[in-house]
């Protein structure tokens, strides 16, 4: 079983920068791997995705620009820069991987439900 552990979380000021990293164990052939976010009280929202065949990327329009979803392959880890930090990316965030390459039918990259494997996730807290 795949096991997905994240780290890098913490405390920043507004502005500031931080990077997640989520490192991949128990390895399984994951077609999407993506960091999903939620603050209390509210759904779990997808953040960016990562498509590992083509390495194509896709965000989440209200970090287009700040964040930027890596892969270092020979560290079996996923990366997440996030860069002018501000007060609603206040979080736990969390790494995710999917194994099949076709999303159901109507739904979309975004949509929690659609991954097979999660970690635990790890707290960003940016201070305003």
């Known amino acids: 079983q795949e096991q997905l552990v994240e780290s890098g979380g913490g405390s920043v000021q507004a502005g500031g920068s931080l990077r997640l990293s989520c490192a991949a164990s128990?390895?399984?052939?994951?077609?999407?791997m993506a960091w999903f976010r939620q603050a209390p009280g509210k759904d779990r929202e997808g953040v960016a995705v990562?498509?590992?065949?083509?390495?194509?990327?896709d965000y989440a329009d209200s970090v287009k620009g700040r964040f930027t979803i890596s892969r270092d392959n020979a560290k079996n880890t996923l990366y997440l820069q996030m860069n002018s930090l501000n007060s609603d990316d206040t979080a736990m965030y969390y790494c995710?991987?999917?194994?099949?390459?076709?999303?159901?039918?109507?739904?979309?990259?975004?949509?929690?439900?659609?991954?097979?494997?999660w970690g635990r996730g790890t707290q960003v807290t940016v201070a305003s």
């Open positions: 990562l498509a590992t065949a083509a390495t194509s990327t």
């Open positions: 128990g390895y399984t052939y994951n077609s999407y």
């Open positions: 995710a991987a999917r194994t099949s390459y076709q999303w159901p039918v109507g739904s979309t990259w975004s949509h929690p439900s659609n991954y097979d494997y």
